[in-house]
């Protein structure tokens, strides 16, 4: 499969690390908003054509699907522009700015016959499929609780008065955005739809959110999440059982699991996971190509859009607002 990449970052290059351990993967193209930018990530990766124009990479010939990393704000932008070309897209986490355009992702997918995945590899890993296959040993699940915090470099230049993309709601992005659907996304894809959910967050005057929690209800059991780039935490993540827990050392790899029972004992359920963890959503969305489907089963078109759907709810109540919500409504 002929890739293309839009996004010359950290993410990319970890992304291609990853996907060159594939055979069917070949990068074929890049693009950079700057010609110079496209030559020299392209001249790494040693690869001959690069595009400056998000219509021409759609029009390529030499290209059958695009990985998607640029800012958020972009993303439906870009994933739409390829797709209406007839590109496949992988793009990356949190799939959108909001759920009015993951619908217009999702309705331009099935109007071109391509595949669309976004690229949340926490439950595309071997370790996602151990927690699943494990929800039993510990009996009818009562809370789920996701922990990720993580000091961002970034925020040091924050508070010297230097705002980065990390915090800018014109790209829409925040803890919520980029930290916390690390945690909402594999709830939704374990339990589904939340029946009510509760946001609460402290905002930067940047004005995105540096740290927050969001509480989610259902039936027969509680989500809670807590996410931050302003602070670090050493508290792990775990799903609580009747009969023991689930508990989850890295949640955003799915990495150091084990199950603590009543009595004590333990149970290490850790499949042996590559440490290239983005392997595993390049893997499985050639693999569905391969297949001729349109959208994965695990990363599928409802788990997306029900995580945005969770993600714009939590938006408007800590009043977190971008750009993109107001075009949207224009």
Not at 189 to 213: H, R
Request: hydrophobic share 40%.
């Amino acid at each position: 499969m002929r890739f293309a990449v839009i996004g010359t970052n950290w993410i990319t290059d970890r992304f291609l690390e990853a996907a060159h351990l594939i055979d069917d993967f070949q990068l074929t193209a890049v693009y950079s908003r700057t010609e110079e930018r496209a030559r020299e990530f392209a001249k790494k990766y040693h690869v001959d054509t690069i595009y400056t124009s998000i219509n021409d990479l759609a029009k390529s010939d030499k290209v059958d699907a695009v990985y998607i990393a640029s800012p958020t704000a972009f993303h439906a932008e870009h994933a739409v522009t390829c797709m209406e070309g007839g590109k496949h897209v992988l793009v990356e986490k949190p799939f959108a700015s909001n759920v009015k355009e993951v619908e217009k992702m999702i309705q331009t997918a099935k109007e071109n016959n391509v595949l669309l995945m976004e690229a949340m590899k926490t439950t595309l890993v071997p370790n996602f499929a151990k927690v699943k296959e494990n929800l039993e040993k510990i009996g009818p699940v009562r809370r789920y609780v996701a922990n990720f915090c993580q000091y961002s470099s970034r925020y040091d230049k924050y508070k010297e008065g230097i705002v980065l993309n990390a915090f800018k709601p014109e790209l829409s992005n925040g803890s919520l955005m980029d930290i916390g659907v690390y945690c909402l996304y594999p709830m939704i894809a374990l339990f589904g739809k939340p029946e009510t959910v509760q946001a609460n967050a402290w905002m930067l005057d940047s004005g995105v959110d540096g740290e927050g929690t969001v509480t989610a209800t259902y039936k027969d059991l509680i989500g809670v999440t807590m996410f931050s780039k302003v602070t670090n935490s050493l508290i792990p993540s775990e799903i609580q059982g009747e009969k023991g827990s689930i508990v989850i050392g890295k949640i955003s790899d799915m990495e150091d699991l084990k199950i603590v029972y009543h009595d004590g004992t333990e149970e290490i359920i850790e499949s042996d996971q590559r440490k290239e963890s983005m392997y595993y959503e390049a893997k499985a969305f050639i693999e569905t190509w391969k297949a001729g489907k349109l959208e994965n089963e695990t990363n599928s078109w409802d788990t997306s859009l029900q995580t945005m759907k969770l993600l714009d709810e939590s938006r408007k109540q800590i009043g977190l607002v971008f750009p993109a919500d107001k075009s949207q409504n224009e």
